[in-house]
């Protein structure tokens, strides 16, 4: 059965949120939180690895270079990235029916190694792409033991 879209999600969903009880957009656990259903698909990522280094780009749409921070804590590197639109509407621009976009903030952490160094880590904020490239970890490989047990017979 074809269902009515109205603002890009189904109709019912979006006119029942608020009634009769607390609306989705309040309750994270419904798919709510601050970016709605769709913050399952905030800082999408790709990690690639090239060359000795591994490079990881991180979509973050309608950000800023401003916004985003990078911090490099015990071989936990954390990208977090905060936006705020001001809320002030004046009558001569008119009058909102709705708002889909939100201020809020976002963040993910990925472990990079304890012996990289936070001057070897290199990010680079081009059309809504963070790109961040870091040394691969060298593995301290143990020596070979011979594990065989003897087999009598």
């Known amino acids: 059965m074809m269902m009515p879209k109205l603002f890009g999600e189904n109709l019912f969903d979006e006119l029942m949120d608020d009634f009769p009880f607390v609306g989705r957009m309040q309750m994270p656990a419904l798919g709510g939180g601050i970016y709605g259903r769709r913050e399952k698909n905030l800082m999408k990522t790709d990690v690639k ?26 071989g936990y590197l954390t990208i977090s ?5 001001e809320r002030e509407e004046k009558p001569e621009d008119g009058k909102f029916i709705r708002r889909e ?10 472990f990079v190694g304890e012996e990289v160094k936070q001057e070897d880590i290199k990010a680079k ?28 017979g």
Not at 133 to 151: D, G, V
């Open 81 to 85: 990235a905060d936006r705020s639109y």
């Open 49 to 74: 690895e090239k060359d000795g280094s591994y490079i990881l780009d991180i979509d973050l749409p309608g950000f800023r270079k401003e916004d985003i921070k990078a911090e490099l804590n015990d």
């Open 101 to 110: 976009r939100f201020s809020g903030s976002c963040s993910r952490t990925f």
């Open 125 to 152: 904020f081009a059309d809504g792409i963070l790109t961040v490239t870091f040394p691969k970890e060298e593995q301290n490989k143990l020596p070979a033991k011979n594990n065989l047990i003897a087999i009598e």
